[in-house]
């Protein structure tokens, strides 16, 4: 569950959020939309830890390592490659069986071919695609996800399609888009960022 | 058990990474060599070999300075930051890894550096090369720490030796005294000292510098 209050955020006298309430149960979907600079990133950071509020607080049940981020960048290392990177991350997790679990996720994102090739040679949908392994490698009881669908062409866009409606309930999602359409369905609930 | 573990995939990755890149230690090791080389002919044929050993220092410093600069270049540049410190690992385990692959880098520069130092200026005695060990361990140690902070702004290229300079004159007294002093073992127990705490600060306080 996630509860929200008065979120403010400022960058030096740039206000970046402002007066951001709501309340989140576990398995909802919150879908943020907004233009650009209007704060959904920030907001996306504030709620994976990664950045304080301003003013305001943010109860999450889900502690750290609990959550999975999908960040604008992929954050894995461009100089290993995927299998590498998972393997790092597998640990730092605390992935049990982590091979497997690896290896079902690079076949399910259909990197299995690509798996020993450095991130610096993967297309940006391919590295898209990585990041979203990277994600779920945990099996996270929060996703929060910033553009999901970004750089990623129509197969990826159905494997993504695919992933979060198999998701939907089980785990607390909270998705940025500036397409809330493609996740209305999806949606328990909806922010839109002005 | 699992601490170090963390440490030793952390420390190993950085190594990976160096070894496919070469962006660092040959950097480092050009370095080292071009200043020894220069101090050369800068010293005079005449000088004292208590002379050398500051410049020894001055070297030493400043390679350490252009490992620390890109030491954390792959983490800011594509984000990875921000993965590894939403794991549940102890914070502190990546800073660890990260002064472990940046002392691992600047041991190989001395490989070098240090046996051309001995061929161009003056010996080195067990204590000089303890005493050097010891440094180096400190300025990786802080310098780890300053570079984590340096790297998320934009002229950490500045800031970083604006922050570790001040905080390694300690080190070079320290490195210095035991190369030319009657009585090293007081220099090397300083710059053990200096590390001790420097260290346990270092490692407390970097769960500080990467969460806002």
């Known amino acids: 569950m996630i509860r929200a209050r008065g979120l403010e955020k400022r960058y030096g006298r740039r206000r970046v959020l402002r007066g951001i309430s709501f309340e989140l149960p576990a398995g909802g979907f919150l879908v943020v939309s907004g233009a650009n600079g209007s704060g959904k990133t920030t907001l996306l950071r504030i709620l994976a830890g990664l950045v304080a509020p301003t003013r305001g607080t943010v109860d999450i049940e889900a502690g750290r390592g609990r959550i999975g981020l999908l ?16 393997d790092l991350y597998g640990r730092l997790y605390r992935v049990s069986e982590r091979r497997e679990r690896i290896g079902m996720l690079l076949e399910r994102f259909g990197l299995w071919e690509a798996r020993n090739e450095r991130v610096a040679a993967y297309s940006r949908g391919m590295a898209q695609r990585l990041a979203l392994c990277r994600t779920l490698l945990h099996d996270p009881d929060l996703l929060v996800l910033d553009e999901p669908f970004s750089a990623l062409d129509e197969a990826g866009v159905a494997l993504v399609d695919r992933e979060l409606a198999e998701l939907a309930g089980l785990r607390t999602v909270v998705a940025s888009t500036h397409e809330p359409d493609r996740l ?9 960022l002005t | ?91 502190s385990a990546i800073w660890l890894g990260k002064t472990l692959a940046t002392l691992a880098f600047l041991a190989a520069a001395q490989v070098v550096a240090l046996p051309a130092f001995a061929l161009f200026f003056a010996p080195l005695g067990a204590p000089a090369i303890a005493g050097v060990l010891l440094a180096d361990v400190g300025i990786c140690a802080v310098g780890s720490l300053l570079a984590a902070m340096a790297a998320a702004t934009r002229s950490r290229e500045v800031l970083l030796p604006l922050l570790l300079l001040p905080l390694a004159i300690p080190l070079v007294v320290g490195g210095v ?36």
């Not at chain 2, 190594?15 to 950097?27: C, G, S, Y």
């Not at chain 2, 300083?190 to 990467?210: K, N």
Request: glycine share 4%.
């Open chain 1, 71 to 86: 960040a604008h960048e992929p954050l894995v290392y461009r100089e290993l490659s995927a299998l590498e990177n998972l």
């Open chain 2, 1 to 91: 058990m699992s601490y170090a573990a963390d440490v030793a995939a952390l420390a190993r990755k950085d190594l990976k990474v160096e070894l496919r890149t070469r962006d660092t230690l040959p950097a480092m090791l050009l370095f080292v060599l071009a200043t020894l080389v220069v101090f050369h002919f800068a010293l005079p044929t005449n000088a004292a070999d208590d002379a050398a050993y500051g410049l020894l220092w001055v070297a030493i410093v400043f390679t350490a300075l252009v490992g620390l600069t890109r030491a954390w270049v792959p983490e800011h540049e594509h984000g990875v930051l921000d993965g590894l410190v939403l794991a549940p690992c102890d914070r």
């Open chain 2, 177 to 212: 005294g035991s190369a030319v002093s009657s009585e090293p073992s007081r220099y090397l127990l300083f710059l053990g000292l200096y590390d001790a705490v420097f260290a346990v600060l270092s490692w407390a306080s970097f769960e500080y510098v990467v969460t806002e």
């Open chain 1, 184 to 192: 209305a369905a999806l949606a328990t609930a909806e922010l839109a």
